[in-house]
Every structure is written in C-alpha cells, then in structure tokens.
C-alpha cells in the first residue's frame, strides 16, 4: 500500500488529491508508484498445532446428562449462552416448582420434578441433534467433529 508523505497512514491510490487521516494535499507526490506486497502484511496462525477439536459425541453426552445446567453450551465455548441455560433452568425447576408446591397446595417433590424432566427432555433432544447433524459448530466456527 501507499503511504502519505506527511503522516505515513496507509492510504491507496484513489487518495491522491487528500490524505484521509491527516488531510494534507497530493500525499502520493513524489511517491515512485511501486505497490507493497500484501501477503506479507498477513499474519500466519501462531500455534495451529494447539487448535482443539471439540467431539459431537462429548457435547452430545454433555448435553443429554448435564445440559439442564449450560454443560454442552460450557464445552463448545459459548459461555453467554451456558449461563443463560443454565438461568433458565434454575428459574423453571425452582420458580416454576416452587409456584407449583405452595400455590396449588401440592406439597409434594413431584412439583420439581415435572419441570426437571421437562426440560431434561428437551436437552435430550439436543444431544440427539448433536449426534445427527453434520453442521454443528464450536464458538470458533469449527465444524464438531
């Protein structure tokens, strides 16, 4: 790329009446027109040995058995979306159960457990999702594997 003469900014050849970042007239006069090369600007990925893969079958068990509280969300790296699981979940066993046994007079644990086992089965439908679906991805965009 081309450099303005008075403040150095990358700037590009459509530039050449003012400089976008300093404002200074004709900042490419003088210049000798040779462009640099822009592969060598990019940089490579450091450490690409160290990349993790994450395994559908893992997130898939994560979900089925600890996916009420964010587990499979926690392991493939969506921290936000873990927590609101696992928000959720405490606010539809808890809240949910608790309206249940005072309200409706029904001072049984069953009252908590209906709202378990709802949402156990929905996080058993995620990790057959897991399991059957080729277009899952982890928070980096990798494809599970």
């Known amino acids: 790329m081309a450099k303005c003469k ?3 900014a990358d700037i590009t050849r459509l530039d050449k009446e003012v400089c976008p970042f300093c404002g200074g007239s004709k ?7 040779q462009t640099q090369d822009i592969t060598k600007v990019i940089d490579q990925v450091e450490h690409a040995d160290q990349i ?15 996916g009420i509280f964010g587990a499979n969300s926690f392991y493939l ?3 936000k979306k873990g927590f609101i699981a696992l928000a959720i979940s405490l606010v539809a066993i ?4 608790s309206l249940i046994y005072f309200v409706a007079n029904w001072h049984s644990p ?21 399991l059957v679906s080729r277009s ?10």
């Open 77 to 79: 790296g969506f921290k």
């Open 27 to 33: 900042p490419l006069e003088g210049d000798s027109g």
């Open 110 to 130: 069953f009252a908590y457990l209906i709202f378990y086992f709802v949402m156990e089965a929905i996080m058993i439908g995620v990790g057959v999702n897991y």
């Open 94 to 97: 808890a809240g949910l159960g």
């Open 6 to 8: 008075y403040c150095h």
């Open 52 to 66: 993790k893969f994450h395994s559908k079958v893992v997130a898939a068990i994560l979900a089925i058995f600890l």
């Open 136 to 145: 899952i991805t982890d928070s980096s965009g990798a494809f599970l594997k």
